[in-house]
Structures are given as C-alpha cells and as structure tokens.
C-alpha cells in the first residue's frame, strides 16, 4: 500500500527530531566545554603564576621570644661565637712524635678517648697536649667573659631573609658541640690532676653552652643543649663517683646550675616551633589576602631541598596545579595549631598521665590524610624531642642531688639513710624526680673492688615503677627515661664505660 505524497512528508516530519534542538544541545555542550576549559586554564595559570603573599616576621618573633625568656643583662652570643670559631681555628700542637695515622690524629682532636676507659697518660699523651694546646690558644679566657654573661641571644637568623625558617644557617650548632666536649675532657683532666679550679671553670663553660643552644629559638638548638648536657652531666656524675670532691667545690658546681635554669621550658620550646612552621607556610602557600591559599609545590620542593633533602621531582611551576586538590593553607594551618595545642597540653603533663592519656604526638603525624603534603613532611617528631627535653631536666635535677650527697658525705664522713636528709642544709627543698613527681630512688649499697659505687640514685623511668636500680636489659639504659615500655629503673652514677680504643 503506497502512501500518498503528503502522508509521507508528514510521517517523516513527525519522525526526524527538530533540527532548533539539535543546534541548541550542541552549543549547550560547547559552551560548557569552553567554560570548563576557561576555568581549567584560568586555574591552571593561577597555579603556575602563584606566588608567596605578604610575609610575617616570624624570625624575628622567636628571636623575641628567646630574648624574652633570658635575664636582663650582657649578651654573651657574640663573645661566644668568636670563641667557638678561635677553637675550631686551633690547630694541633708542634710535637716531633705525632703519628702520620690520621685516625689516631683525629681520635686526639675528637677527645672521645679521654672520656673512656683508663686514665693513662702514655695512653691520652697526644689528647692532653691538645688540651694543654687549648688552654695554652687564650680561648678559654673568651669562653669565660661568655660564661659570665647572663643572656646570649643571637642577632638574626642567617639565611633567612628570602627562604625563611628553612635556609637558616646554624654553623654555631656543631661548634658548640665540638668545643663542650673539649671542655668535658678537661673537666676529667682536671679532676685527675685535682685542680679544682678548673674543673668548675670547664663545668661552668659546659652549662653556658647548654643554656646558649636550649634558649636559642630553634628546636634542634635545643636538642644539641640536651646533648651538651647529658654529656655533661653524665661526666660529672663519673668524676663525683671516682673522686673525693670537698664540699666547697660541690656548692660551687651547684650554684653554676642553681643560678637560673639550665633548660628552657618545653613549652616554650614548642610554641617557638609552633611560629617557624607559621613561617615555613606563609613561604611555601599562596595568599589569596584573607588567610587562605594554595600549596606551592614548586617553592615546597625548593625549600626543601635547599634544608637538606625532602621532595624530589620537577621544581617548574607546573607542579603547582597539585595543589587544587591538596589541603589549602588556612586547613593546613587549623591542623597544625591542632597539633601544637595538643603537644602544649601534654608537656604540662607528668610522664606517667602523658603515657596513660594515650596521645601520641607522632603517630598524629603519621595517622594525616595522604593528602597532607606539607604537614606529614614538615611536623617534627615532637614527641620524641618532648621525652628527650625532658630528661635533660631530669639529669639537671638528679645532678644536683648527686652533688648534695657529695656535700653531706665530705662533711659527715657517711651517706645519709635517706635523700629527706639533704633539705635544708644542702638542698632547699626535698628532691622530686620530674620525670615521674616521685621521690628519686636512691639505695646503700657496698663498694666492690669491681663496684666502688656507695650508693645508687636513680629515676624509676618513664613507667614509673621502683624496680630498685635495676636498669633495662640490653646496653640502652636510657631507654628507661624515654619509653615506658622499656621495664627498669635509669641510675644516674653510671660507672665509666670501658676503653674502645688501647692504642
């Protein structure tokens, strides 16, 4: 059956879609295509052409803070660098018997030997003529006009000023370092030759330095005044244990560590971090002028590599289109002070509440969204630098009991039955252990011809059970002080370790 012609122009009328609706969808479509491509350029080009806004003086605010937590006074920072630079300029004396083994030569500049083993002149001959050498190089006469200076506060971060916190420049660090263990050395070499005098004098040199680095604004200054510290400390404790030291000298070491404190607070500690990651951000982050911005990868792996390492890759600008879909800089900077409120809190805490609190300040860095660039990078390990800060102040504290009991045996010929005895005479007040806000353990003991040790004082460690002076298994006692899980007691008069080298 044939349809006629007009039924047939109407059929295919009524069937073909309407040629308007087509044309319509289709420009619908490529305008949202080209809006989509604006947009994505548009974004693409801010990504690329972003830049670091308006910049804080966030350097000069911890360099406040740091000035802020020391005594009025002379400021010994420069008398202390110059004297850190005329030591490392020192050079080994004239001897015709120097050995051409470098190794035994640079064994004598270390002094690691001299704090090991017997105390053997033949054995030390070429480190005690480089202590002689120092004493002879006028250096110690500067790091005593440091010593008597009562703040040291240094003048600017060095490297700063386009890079911020990240590029500083910290060459005091290691010097520090090398000239404390010299001045450690001579603390032994003193107290075999009995010259009291300078034994004090390198103690008092040895606590400058560590108030120097702990009050600096950065946190791996405070670290290397914990370690300046601990090997201070720990010297001392070894001497007192192999030496007769007479009451007079023992007050004298006292009040060089009575006379402000040794470490700075922790929290302080923090909240100066808590500014240098403020400005790690405001250099790595766009502005956009209302607190808000994109990370910059290109500038994050510049910084980063220029600190020492960190992200590797491209450094072009067009890495910075990652951060559309990376956490922008006010939510970065909400879980950063998330983080440094938390720490704050916990530094205010007894170990032992810390422990039971169940937060842990490393593994909340390690628990961050993937997508956390910045902060999974950038967040030091607080929590261990909590834990080693504090037992800096738990060896200050144990010190001073040490040299108490020191005092009471050069006056009355015995130790006491118990540490209550020191106060007031030789304490001002009864010894608390700050790790734990418990007495510190403290046992009677007979000396050995193996063990001259009269007594035994220690901390009950990080889980704060008495375990009687019983250290953790192993050769890491100091475990104790860090870690609850490590069982055992942490003794402060440690006996001498044993020669490493008998050349």
């Keep these: 059956m044939r349809l006629s012609a007009s039924s047939e122009t109407s059929s295919r009328a009524h ?20 809006l989509l491509l604006g947009w994505l350029g548009w974004t693409i080009y801010r990504a690329v ?18 000035a802020s937590l020391q005594p009025p006074g002379a400021n010994g920072w420069t008398i202390m660098t110059e004297a850190l630079n005329q030591l490392q300029s020192i050079g080994l004396p004239e001897r015709d018997d120097w050995p051409d083994d470098r190794q035994v030569v640079e064994d004598a500049r270390l002094l690691h ?38 703040r040291a506060v240094r003048p600017a971060f060095e490297g700063a000023d386009d890079a911020g916190m990240l590029a500083v420049l910290l060459p005091e660090l290691s010097l520090a370092r090398s000239a404390a263990r010299a001045r450690v050395a001579a603390m032994r070499e003193a107290a075999q030759r009995g010259d009291m005098d300078e034994l004090v004098r390198a103690w008092s040199h040895t606590i400058a330095l560590t108030r120097a680095m702990s009050y600096d604004p950065t946190v791996i200054s405070d670290l290397v005044g914990v370690a300046i510290l601990a090997l201070g400390t720990q010297e001392l404790n070894r001497i007192l244990t192999e030496h007769e030291i007479d009451e007079a000298t023992c007050r004298r070491l006292l009040a060089i560590i009575d006379e402000r404190p040794v470490l700075a607070p922790v929290t302080a500690v923090l909240e100066r971090e808590r500014l240098a990651q403020y400005d790690i951000i405001q250099h790595t982050f766009s502005d956009d002028g209302h607190g808000d911005g994109m990370l910059l990868m290109n500038r994050l792996q510049e910084l980063t590599n220029y600190a020492g390492g960190g992200l590797s890759g491209p450094q072009h600008p067009i890495v910075n289109v990652a951060g559309i879909i990376l956490p922008r800089r006010a939510e970065t900077k909400r879980t950063l002070d998330e983080f440094f409120d938390l720490a704050v809190e916990q530094a205010k805490m007894p170990r032992p509440r810390r422990d039971a609190d169940g937060v842990d300040l490393d593994a909340f860095v390690a628990q961050l969204p993937r997508f956390q660039v ?26 001073r009991v040490t040299l108490a009991l020191e005092m009471w045996h050069a006056r009355h010929g015995d130790w006491p039955e118990t540490l209550d005895q020191l106060a007031p005479d030789f304490l001002d007040s009864f010894p608390q252990d700050p790790l734990s806000g418990q007495p510190f353990g403290y046992v009677r003991r007979q000396p050995t011809a193996d063990d001259p040790r009269p007594y035994l004082l220690y901390s009950f460690g990080a889980d704060g059970v008495d375990n009687g002076g019983i250290e953790p298994a192993g050769d890491r006692p100091g475990t104790a002080l860090s870690y609850a899980t490590s069982p055992g007691d942490y003794v402060f008069n440690r006996l001498r370790d044993p020669a490493s080298d008998e050349r």
């Excluded at 670091?52 to 803070?65: F, I, K, N, T």
């Design 374 to 399: 910045f902060l999974r990078l950038m967040l030091p390990a607080i929590g261990r630098l909590m834990n080693s800060h504090e037992s800096g102040v738990v060896n200050v504290e144990a010190t």
């Design 15 to 34: 069937f073909a879609p309407p040629r308007r609706g087509r044309v319509r969808k289709r420009y619908i479509i490529l305008i949202v295509a080209m």
């Design 49 to 66: 052409t972003a830049r670091p806004g308006p910049l804080v003086d966030y350097a000069g605010q911890m360099l406040e803070m740091s």
């Design 113 to 150: 030997r001299v704090l090991e083993g017997p105390f053997d002149a033949e054995r030390l001959k070429f480190e005690l003529a480089y202590l002689e050498h120092i004493r002879a190089s006028g250096v110690l006469e500067r790091l005593d006009e440091f010593a008597a200076c009562p």
